[in-house]
């Protein structure tokens, strides 16, 4: 069995960054919480739960005091939680991708913004409460569209492109005037064009299966499987085929790909 790594392999910068800043920062305040999953990828989750740092659903589950840090993790965060936490400290941590939607939909408060978006990811719960944000989660969602004020489409960081492309052509057609704002994120979309230039019969994908970019590389081939931990690999399956191909989300750890790459070439050899 041949076994190819498709690079790049690992975490994008920006959340390379996000958690060096948390790591940063544990050993500076006795209390660190994190408002919702920090980045959607259970390894991450784990390590940073082993050196204390909580997570919580909701910032009334927190127990506010000096000592206390709070992050907003990087797919974004709902006004009304800022709002919320202004007189408090808190590190906000959204990527600066997201960030800027967010700055653009604010700047256009007198605009209808079409949001596509996957349910109930938080990058799309976070861009939900803004008043001029209508979100659609499919095509058929678009037919249910009135009349709109000089509208705009975006969407989240990490929705399908062809989705979004089909989304814009209907679009223009029932609004000539729209805006389509590409908010694609180009770090999955390049991984994706790497792995459809390789040749394999089966395409590990190292990533959680909760994360909106593992899902969206794993579906770039028809044969292809997301795989968190050792004890997802059936390496007898793996035998059956003669190319292999590792790719990673971008919320991945380096960490968590040699783990899982060790333990193939361990049994293949
Ligand atoms: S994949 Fe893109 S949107 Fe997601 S954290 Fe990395 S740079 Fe930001």
Redesign the pocket.
């Known amino acids: 069995m041949k076994l190819e790594i498709i690079e790049p392999i690992g975490l ?1 910068n ?2 390379s960054k996000l958690l060096d800043t948390i790591n940063k920062n544990i050993d500076k305040y006795l209390n660190i919480y994190i408002v919702g999953e920090i980045l959607h990828n259970e390894y991450i989750i784990n390590d940073l739960s082993n050196k204390g740092v909580r997570f919580v659903k909701d910032i009334k589950n927190i127990e506010m005091n000096k000592y206390t840090l709070v992050i907003f993790p ?1 797919h974004g965060t709902a006004p009304s939680v800022y709002n919320k936490m202004q007189k408090y400290k808190y590190l906000d941590l959204t ?1 600066p ?2 960030v800027n939607i967010h700055i653009f939909i604010q700047n256009n408060s007198d605009r209808d913004i079409l949001f596509m978006g996957k349910k109930g990811h938080s990058e799309v719960v976070a861009v939900k409460e803004y008043k001029n944000v209508k979100v659609l989660y499919n095509l058929e969602d678009i037919d249910k569209l009135g009349e709109l004020n000089n509208p705009v489409l975006m969407c989240q ?2 929705f399908n492109e062809k989705i979004f492309n089909d989304a814009s052509i209907i679009l223009k057609e029932k609004y000539p005037n729209i805006l389509i704002k590409n908010t694609l ?1 180009n ?2 979309l390049d991984r994706i064009k790497n792995i459809n230039a390789t040749d394999c019969d089966l395409l590990l994908v190292i990533g959680s299966k909760t994360s909106s ?1 593992a899902n969206e590389i794993k579906n770039s081939k028809p044969n292809s499987m997301i795989i968190s931990q050792k004890s997802d690999l059936d390496i007898n399956e793996l035998l059956k085929y003669d190319k292999v191909a590792i790719a990673s989300a ?1 919320s991945t750890p380096i960490e968590q790909v040699n783990i899982i790459v060790g333990a193939i070439k361990n049994a293949i050899k």
Do not use: E, G
């Open positions: 994008c920006s959340a990087a990527c991708k997201i960081t990490t994120c770090i999955p970019n971008s």
